[in-house]
């Protein structure tokens, strides 16, 4: 196995993992309906809704961490990182990696680890309402998600460490996006035509491309889009 299939089967893993996670959204807006129903409508509130809905939400969160990162969706705070050279961008990523996030996630799963550990040998349970839920479970999520956090990470790292070498970024797996949609939708209406159909698509092209370009300010998005060939300049 050679390293892109590597990085990709460990994008494979986080993607499973986040798309598997993202149904509990589905389960999370039924609850939340039934119980607004209940509770409104019958007069008749579930004591333990809360504790449910916020374990819900917090394993969606948790879990779907490694599947953002591989998707490098997490928002970047420095807005010169989009006008950097590949491999200054490599070498920026792969220090805050080392500085920062190896030490955090190697804490997260320490601590996780016992936290988890501690709470099934008391058998814990919920003292938010009488009679709470167990909540042992819902804290074995912290170290199964730094895990997975982990492994994308070292992915990342690698990718940093292949884009030093040769330049440029490592394919990345990608994963179906808005823009995606809007072609398969385009691609299958019959009440457009060929013309119209090809200006939408463009059109839908270039707002994704913007939406990547915000890192770069306000103004430097425009002087990219007033002079496209500039970049490869």
């Known amino acids: 196995m050679n390293v892109q299939q590597a990085l990709f089967t460990i994008d494979r893993i986080s993607t499973w993992a986040g798309k598997a996670t993202a149904w509990l959204m589905m389960l999370l807006m039924f609850t939340v309906c039934i119980e607004v129903f209940k509770r409104y409508i019958l007069n008749a509130p579930t004591a333990w809704i809360f504790d449910a809905t916020n374990m819900m939400y917090g394993t969606l969160f948790m879990l779907c961490g490694a599947y953002t990162l591989a998707q490098d969706g997490h928002v970047r705070g420095d807005f010169l990182y989009g006008s950097m050279k590949p491999r200054t961008q490599a070498t920026l990523d792969l220090a805050l990696y080392i500085l920062f996030f190896l030490p955090g996630i190697a804490a997260l ?45 070292l992915a990342e790292i690698i990718r940093c460490v292949v884009c030093l070498k040769t330049g440029e970024w490592p394919e990345r797996l990608k994963d179906a996006e808005e823009i995606d949609v809007i072609e398969q939708q385009l691609s299958k209406s019959t009440y457009v035509d060929e013309e119209s159909r090809k200006i939408a698509i463009e059109r839908a092209h270039e707002i994704d491309e913007a939406a990547h370009q915000r890192g770069l300010g306000e103004r430097a998005a425009e002087e990219l889009g007033r002079h496209p060939g500039k970049e490869g300049s």
């Open 109 to 153: 799963l320490y601590a996780g680890w016992d936290y988890a550990a501690y709470s099934w040998r008391i058998d814990e349970h919920s003292n938010v309402t009488s009679n709470g839920p167990p909540v042992y479970q819902f804290k074995t999520v912290i170290p199964v998600a730094g895990a997975l956090v982990l492994l994308q990470g």
